[in-house]
Every structure is written in structure tokens, then in C-alpha cells.
């Protein structure tokens, strides 16, 4: 019975006369009418698709037994649909595998880091970023517990339990079912060939015995957003509960493949074969190939266009047992599984890419992407970290400078923060109790500030101006944040903004728009701008000892950011914060 059909609570249904269950597989007979469940005639739900016409167990004597959808085609989602050579191959289908193992792909070498477990370490990170996905051959010095490579299917059954339901798609339809882990079992262990092709990517185990047997990698576990920031106690009958994306149990059979996708909120995932071997489909995640994907995922054709023809390059790496993949964040992939498979990872936010993290959770709520699809608890955790990060921020000095990525990251994320506060209600499921939104948002922004210029005193003009004209050829547009709602302190901040412009410019020598520079403010009030080869001194970032004596008590902060392709540049940020 679909959602979208009415039905009476109160109405019996099946031998076993029980009400209707959304929960429940059920299926009509074509014959009575009737709906029964699947669990009461013997009807596993990955079986429906294939059953044409349906006849219950009174209907059989008369109408005889059911009848099975004709097999017509072999590139569509729909295999009874008539082969007239017309229709494209879709995804998914035994054609497209077939295809796609003929297909050649860009050398991985080119974009793929591989390096010891042992120096995976922060400090590396720290250093050299994470924007390339990264393989360490074997688990040693990774600090990642798994089980023994003899580990069965029936062990995970005996672990997260018999009756644990959980999604698995149907590889040849590229459409979502329900499976228990018995009914999983029976299936993955039947004696081949199995007549259908079924994969398993979302078997989240945290609650169950099965966690005990899986540790993820140290590196992981360092920057984990999760682990470094969420608190150990919720408060009580808080509407939140702590994100289960950290241990992921994935199993494939032969041939199974997963579409092009950006893993959600743009997360990074650490992913390791234990057994069999899994093909990866990389893209890198430009503006412009972020841009074509979502023109991909919203078109009617998706299924039937392989998106590694959109775009300049796809590259394909093998990850066989014993690898440990790192997929850093935003990037585009697919997957195909050349043999059984067993693997287990886990998904995890992290500080060294804020932006684009930020950035994909937004393309999620534009695609109007279904909740079971989303982070869990998403906006609540990236408050948690904001905190996190603003105390980390606090405790940067001018001998050790916060790293730029950090400092970009974290403009990006004011912004974003201010975003959700104004355009929605800050409701208790979305926000933790435990935090002020907007106090968290101005402190983050004064010391924001601050942290500019510890950044900016530790490094030469010429190294600055450098980074500013290698970050931005054309600004593209600005966002400013108003962080006061008191309508007369408003007008106190509109008139020492326009004071503060004209002793800007009159420092920095430069009071016109530069030519060629292709920078356009939103419409709306008019904004002097800095030419972008110039550096504000920090005089610039000071109040005037007049114009504290004109507010009272309180915090008024105002923050100008500037964008090239949406990604935000620190280098060329003004700031201006007065405490009083």
C-alpha cells in the first residue's frame, strides 16, 4: 500500500486481520482486492518489483499462482519495458556495468596522495590541507581497529541482530528497499547466481555490539567534529540526539554500483576494504563541476546520463583488502564493486574545509533533499564546533598564527551561522539549548578579527598583497552581517559605518571603484571599496576614542566579506569591531 492511498485506520487487513502499517511491506491481490503482508504470505519487499500479477493464498485455487514481470530489456530500470533500440541505458543496468568497465579514465597519479599511516597525522594536515583523497596501503600506524578479514556476514547477523531493518538498492533499478539482516544473510550467502544485484551502504552499527569491533582511524578520531566538539551529556528531553555517522558496515555483491553522488553534508569519509575490492569515480569538486552536478541530479535524464561525460576529467583508482581510502570533502564519486565486498567507514566533519562543508548542505536544501538523506543533526553540530573553534581561535597567537584555511573557513562560517538565524526560526531541534546563536555569532566575529591581525602582523606586506591578488582577480559580489536589532543602536552603527569608510579611504588613498576589477555590490545602499592590492593597517581596525563615547553598553560588531566564486577570501575581509 503506497502513502499516497487512503485507508481506514480501523479496517482489518491480511489472514492475520491487523490494521494497516507503514512500517510494514504489504502487497495487494489482483484477484480479492485485499492487502496482505509480505511477512504473512511469504513476500520478501526486494521480491514486489518483480511480481506482475499477484494472487493471494485463497485466491491461488481459482486464479492460479502469481505471475512474474517478463524480462524485456537489459539497459533500463524497467526490464519489462519493450526493447525498441530507442531508449537510452540507464544506470545501474547490466548494459551500463558492462560499459563501464570498458570505459577509460584519467590517470588517478594525478590527484591521489598516497602516504604512510604513520604520517597521517594532523600536523600533516595542518600543513599540506586535505583536498585530495588519500590512500595508506595498510592499516599500520593508523590506529584503525577492524575485524579479521574471515569475519562472515552471519557475524555482523549475530552482532546488530536479525531483525536490524535497514535500506539496500536494488543495483539494477537504482531504487531503495527494506531488508532485515536474516533476509540480507539468506541473501548474500545463497548459492550463486543470484538473480538479483543488492547493496548495502547505509548499515549505521554505533548502537550495537558490532561497534566494539571497529575503531577508526586516529587521524579521525582527532578531527572529528563529533568527537572533538559535541558534548558527552545532552540536556534533558533536548530535541537532538548525538549524530550516528561515524561506523558504517557496507556490503556488495558482484557488480553492484552506487551513482555519482557528494557525500551529505559534505562530509569527508574514511573508507576500508576488508574483503573483495571496490572502484572509485572521482571528480574534483570545482565550483564549476559542484555546478554541473546539481544541474545533473535535478534533470530528468540523470539516470540516463553518466556524469563523468559532463565534465573534463574522471578518474577511476582501485581500492582492493587491506587499503584505507580518505575522501576529503565535496568530492564528486561513484562506485563500482567488481566482487564481493565487505567494508567498513565512516563519514565526519572536519576544520580544514569549513566553506565547502557548508557549501554542499546547502546544495542539499536547494536539491530539496529528503531528511533521511541529510546529516543528522547538521546545523546543531556545526554550532557546537563554532564554539569549539571560537575558543581555539581565542588561544592563537601572534608566534603562532591561526593557519588561513582556518581563518577563510571560519568567515564562511559567520556568515553562514548569521544566515540561519535571520531567514529562519531558530527552533529548539536546530539550535543547542546550551548556546546564545547570535552571542556565539559575535564573539566568533570579534575574535575573528583579532586573529586577522595576529595573521597579518606575522607576515610581510609583500606576502600579503600577494595572497590577495593570487585569491581574488574579480570580486563577484559582498554580504554584510548587521549583528545589532535595536533600531536607534542601528542608526548610531549606519552613521559611524559611513564616518569609518571615509577615514578608510582617505588612508588608504583610494576613494573610486578600480577599473577592470568587474566588482558589483548588490543593489540596494551604495559601499566605497578598497582597491584589492591594498592593506588596511591596524589603525584601520580601531574606534576612535569620540566615537566610543557615543554608544553605550553593549557589543556592536559588523563584519564585509568578499567572494570569488562563493568561496570566501580572509585577505580581503574588513572588519570592524567596537566593544564598549
Given amino acids: 500500500m503506497s502513502d ?11 489472514t492475520c486481520k491487523r490494521p494497516y502499517s507503514p512500517s510494514q511491506f504489504m502487497i495487494e491481490c489482483d484477484a480479492c482486492k485485499d492487502w496482505f503482508h509480505g511477512s504473512c504470505v511469504g513476500i520478501e519487499e526486494y521480491q514486489g518489483n518483480d511480481i506482475d500479477t499477484y494472487h493471494c493464498p485463497r485466491c491461488v485455487p481459482n486464479h492460479g499462482p502469481l505471475i512474474l514481470k517478463r524480462r524485456r530489456n537489459w539497459h533500463r530500470h524497467d526490464y519489462s519495458e519493450i526493447n525498441d533500440g530507442k531508449k537510452a541505458i540507464q544506470s545501474g543496468t547490466v548494459a551500463f ?3 563501464l568497465k570498458e570505459r577509460e579514465f584519467a590517470n588517478i597519479d594525478d590527484i591521489l596522495l598516497r602516504i604512510r599511516g604513520v604520517d597521517l597525522t594532523v600536523d600533516y594536515l595542518e600543513e599540506h590541507g586535505f583536498d585530495l583523497p588519500i590512500l595508506v596501503e595498510t592499516k599500520d600506524d593508523l590506529g584503525l581497529r577492524v575485524p579479521p578479514p ?3 556476514i552471519s557475524d555482523i547477523e549475530r552482532c546488530v541482530g536479525p531483525m536490524r531493518e535497514f535500506d539496500v538498492i536494488d543495483v539494477s533499478r537504482q531504487d531503495d528497499i527494506k531488508m532485515r539482516m536474516r533476509e540480507w544473510t539468506e541473501y548474500y550467502e545463497v548459492v ?12 549505521e552499527f554505533s548502537d550495537t555490539e558490532l561497534s566494539k569491533y571497529v575503531t577508526p582511524p586516529k587521524i579521525v578520531r582527532e578531527i572529528d567534529w563529533i568527537e572533538v566538539y559535541w558534548p558527552e551529556e545532552l540536556p534533558p528531553d533536548c530535541l537532538y540526539s548525538k549524530p550516528q555517522v561515524q561506523k558504517y558496515c557496507l556490503m556488495g555483491v558482484k557488480d553492484s554500483y552506487t551513482d555519482f553522488h557528494v557525500d551529505f553534508g559534505g562530509t569527508s569519509v574514511w573508507y576500508h576494504v576488508l574483503r573483495g575490492e571496490k572502484v572509485f569515480y572521482f571528480i574534483k569538486p570545482t565550483s564549476l563541476n559542484l555546478m554541473k552536478y546539481e544541474q545533473w541530479v535535478s534533470s530528468a535524464t540523470q539516470s540516463e546520463t553518466f556524469f563523468g561525460d559532463l565534465v573534463d576529467d574522471c578518474y577511476t583508482c582501485s581500492i582492493r583488502p587491506g587499503n584505507t581510502l580518505f575522501i576529503p570533502t565535496g568530492w564528486i564519486h561513484a562506485v563500482l564493486t567488481p566482487e564481493d565486498s565487505l567494508v567498513f567507514g565512516g563519514n565526519f566533519l572536519q576544520r580544514y574545509n569549513i566553506s565547502q562543508q557548508l557549501q554542499v548542505y546547502e546544495l542539499e536544501l536547494r536539491l530539496d533533499t529528503p531528511l533521511k538523506f541529510l546529516h543528522p543533526s547538521y546545523e546543531c553540530l556545526t554550532w557546537y564546533a563554532a564554539q569549539g573553534l571560537l575558543y581555539e581561535l ?3 597567537t601572534k608566534e603562532l598564527p591561526p593557519p588561513l584555511n582556518l581563518l577563510n573557513g571560519l568567515a564562511y562560517l559567520v556568515v553562514v551561522l548569521s544566515s540561519w538565524v535571520k531567514s529562519r526560526q531558530t527552533s529548539k531541534d536546530k539550535v543547542p539549548e546550551t548556546l546564545d546563536p547570535v552571542v556565539i555569532i559575535q564573539q566568533l566575529t570579534k575574535a575573528l578579527a583579532v586573529a586577522v591581525m595576529k595573521f597579518r602582523s606575522s607576515i610581510s606586506g609583500d606576502k600579503l598583497q600577494f595572497e590577495i591578488n593570487k585569491n581574488v582577480v574579480v570580486l563577484t559580489g559582498s554580504k554584510s552581517l548587521q549583528l545589532t536589532s535595536n533600531k536607534r543602536r542601528h542608526g548610531v552603527l549606519e552613521k559611524k559605518r559611513s564616518k569609518g569608510n571615509q577615514r ?15 566588482d558589483e555590490y548588490p543593489r540596494g545602499r551604495r559601499h566605497k571599496r578598497r582597491s584589492v592590492t591594498s592593506a588596511p593597517s591596524d589603525d584601520d581596525f580601531r574606534s576612535s576614542k569620540e566615537e566610543e563615547d557615543e554608544e553605550e553598553d553593549g557589543i556592536v560588531t559588523e563584519v564585509w566579506l568578499y567572494y570569488k566564486l562563493g568561496l570566501c577570501v580572509i585577505n580581503c575581509i574588513y572588519l570592524n569591531v567596537k566593544t564598549y
Fill in 4 to 14: 499516497e492511498q487512503e485507508y481506514d485506520p480501523n479496517e482489518l487487513y491480511c
Fill in 150 to 152: 574471515n569475519f562472515k
Fill in 192 to 203: 550463486r547466481p543470484r538473480k538479483k544485484v543488492l547493496n548495502v551502504i547505509s548499515l
Fill in 97 to 99: 556495468i558492462h560499459k
Fill in 504 to 518: 578608510w579611504h582617505k588612508a588608504s588613498g583610494d576613494d573610486h571603484t578600480s577599473e577592470g576589477s568587474g
Fill in 394 to 396: 581565542q588561544g592563537y
